[in-house]
């Protein structure tokens, strides 16, 4: 048996709020929508992960996503233009990320972080 893909839920009861925020901050595309369940990504081949941890790293909450991207300063600008509120950051940690924690409008925390080295 190999694992193929990985996909995290998110419950809400406001699926459009939580749709302007990955597809119009983040730039996702919406792959398949149910209705019930929308599903929000790319076509590009990414590394099947899943991650554990007691804390979130430098002393913060543990986020429930992580989104890795190409440009934190870009990503960062988008979401205060959305005027969602940044819970951390942004700020460079010591194992070579840059990142910031914002909450989508589920009230997920999620991880915006750009790798540095």
């Known amino acids: 048996m190999k694992v193929k893909r990985i996909v995290a839920n998110i419950e809400t009861a406001d699926p459009g709020a939580v749709a302007r925020f990955y597809a119009d901050v983040l730039g996702l595309d919406l792959l398949m929508d149910h209705g019930w369940i929308a599903t929000y990504g790319n076509d590009g081949t990414m590394?099947?992960?899943?991650?554990?941890?007691?804390?979130?790293?430098?002393?913060?909450?543990?986020?429930?996503?992580?989104?890795?991207?190409?440009?934190v300063e870009a990503a960062y600008r988008a979401v205060l233009a959305g005027n969602y509120a940044v819970e951390y950051g942004p700020t460079d940690e010591p194992w070579g990320v840059r990142r910031f924690f914002v909450r989508d409008p589920a009230g997920t925390l999620v991880n915006i972080v750009m790798h540095t080295r």
């Open 47 to 71: 590394p099947l992960q899943v991650s554990f941890a007691s804390e979130g790293g430098s002393g913060t909450p543990v986020p429930g996503l992580s989104v890795e991207v190409d440009d």
